[in-house]
């Protein structure tokens, strides 16, 4: 919540997915939110945001994945930061000199026109949301951005749904992580909207259609072909892999004390 009351209060649901895998999708609105209070907060970023709209927004979405969290249970947010890839894409880490290993969510940030969105799913699993108010559908005159050859065709003559071809992208370009690096006139939609799996590269992406009464909001998720791993992450199994194999191994000073 924020000061003035009930307005930040966050709404779950719990997504029942195809494969199985643990996945949970919250919503809130946008509002004012003091930094100080929250807990995933990058202040670089924070003070490169230009209006107080876009502040609001980060904010508000930042609070809202401390929340999905609380609720997603067995973590403790003091112990966790949120990375980013080189391509941009936000991803949570144990903040480093813990030398913890707790099973991680993946996890998607979307905000749009006053609502905060976010997406958790299970270690293991990747995910990617997006969301856009039904009154406001692309144009036509972006089309060709987002679309090629018969599918830009099938957008020109109304028989793909041009919001829903928006959300499904963009969810898409986040579950792979590759965000605007991964060009939407190369992901092909299904033909229809009750069809759900798209491959792009060597991964297999499903979207499922969580709309609310007023923004249509597409999941994109898949199997993590390709796991981020921190420093500490190949520290840490290097010293398992070693205490495993039985031989002699040591860490840390090479000096040996002699009893006197």
Not at 9 to 20: C, D, I, V
Not at 159 to 183: C, F, P, V, Y
Not at 220 to 226: I, K, M, N, Q, S
Request: charged share 25%; with cysteine; hydrophobic share 40%.
């Amino acid at each position: 919540m924020n000061d003035d009351g009930d307005t930040l209060q966050a709404t779950f649901r719990w997504l029942e997915l195809n494969a199985g895998p643990r996945c949970l999708l919250a919503t809130c609105p946008v509002f004012e939110r003091d930094p100080a209070g929250l807990q995933f907060i990058d202040w670089d970023e924070v003070k490169t945001f230009k209006t107080t709209k876009r502040s609001n927004e980060h904010l508000s979405a930042r609070w809202l994945l401390e929340a999905s969290l609380n609720e997603w249970g067995d973590l403790d947010c003091s112990q966790l930061s949120i990375a980013r890839t080189n391509e941009r894409a936000p991803y949570l880490q144990v903040i480093q000199g813990l030398w913890v290993q707790p099973q991680l969510p993946s996890i998607s940030i979307s905000h749009s026109e006053g609502l905060a969105v976010v997406a958790l799913i299970e270690s293991g699993w990747t995910v990617g949301v997006d969301a856009e108010p039904f009154a406001r559908p692309p144009a036509p005159s972006v089309y060709d951005m987002m679309a090629k050859g018969e599918e830009l065709e099938h957008l020109k003559e109304g028989t793909l749904d041009a919001l829903w071809a928006w959300t499904s992208k963009e969810a898409i370009q986040k579950a792979a992580r590759k965000g605007m690096h991964l060009n939407p006139r190369n992901i092909v939609l299904p033909n229809a909207v009750s069809e759900n799996k798209t491959s792009i590269e060597n991964s297999i992406f499903q979207l499922e259609n969580v709309s609310s009464e007023r923004f249509q909001i597409t999941l994109a998720w898949g199997v993590e072909t390709d796991p981020i791993r921190s420093p500490e992450d190949d520290v840490l199994d290097a010293t398992r892999e070693a205490m495993n194999s039985g031989t002699a191994w040591s860490v840390g000073c090479s000096t040996v004390r002699k009893n006197a």
